[in-house]
């Protein structure tokens, strides 16, 4: 059974701290991708990755980077995080263009 | 550049009546589109696609339908049930990425 795990379901961090949110995946996917999910905006891609070491920009890049050494994982990094960045982040991981798996997300709070 | 509509936000229909969501995209390239079902606390999960050569897939109580030439694509649920309810959202296919729906949350009333 394919699987992307999320190292946090929850998760509360103080304004400025330096915030990484971990994905795995076990499907042998060259792609991973991270969103943010907030109400009436949908799914807003952040920056994806067709391959180690390898990334691009998504939609709403500003404030976040990654990180992807190992094919199987890919990490979202808050610089410093801001009250803006509280949100529901989701990552998902596919093969070519073919359905993306999504883990369970993680909510993020910025206080 | 690349976007995909999505109507209606929101949508409330008695238990056993039909549900019609709708989307529309810009990009005519698009060749895959995708929707998934995002139940409370999970994250989103395809229940159905349709490619481009194709105009409707059925699969059980759903089914998508696609007009290529008008750039739109609606996702129809038959027979709804309690555990239908949740948010949907469409997908277009873009280079190495979806182009997502902004949602529609579906409450199926018992």
């Known amino acids: 059974d394919v699987k992307v795990t999320q190292s946090s379901r929850y998760l509360v961090k103080r304004t400025g701290e330096k915030v990484f949110l971990e994905c795995v995946q076990d499907?042998?996917?060259?792609?991973m991708f991270w969103y943010r999910q907030d109400p009436g905006l949908g799914l807003r891609l952040i920056y994806f990755?067709?391959?180690?070491?390898?990334?691009e920009k998504g939609d709403i890049p500003e404030g976040y980077s990654v990180s992807r050494e190992k094919k199987e994982r890919f990490s979202l990094i808050l610089e410093s995080a801001s009250t803006n960045q509280t949100s529901m982040y989701l990552c998902a991981s596919s093969s070519g263009t073919l359905e993306q798996y999504f883990g369970p997300g993680t909510r993020l709070t910025v206080t | 550049g690349e976007n995909v509509e999505q109507h209606p936000s929101t949508l409330s229909v008695q238990e056993g009546d039909s549900a019609v969501i709708k989307c529309t995209y810009s990009d005519s390239a698009s060749n895959y589109f995708p929707w998934y079902k995002q139940e409370l606390g999970k994250g989103p999960q395809l229940i159905i696609d349709i490619r481009s050569n194709v105009g409707e897939k059925k699969d059980q109580r759903i089914a998508v339908t696609l007009n290529k030439t008008a750039k739109h694509f609606s996702l129809h649920i038959t027979e709804t049930q309690p555990e239908d309810s949740a948010v949907y959202f469409c997908a277009a296919e873009g280079t190495y990425k979806y182009i997502f729906g902004t949602g529609t949350r579906l409450k199926v009333l018992a």
């Open positions: 990755s067709y391959d180690v070491k390898m990334k």
């Open positions: 499907m042998d996917h060259e792609n």
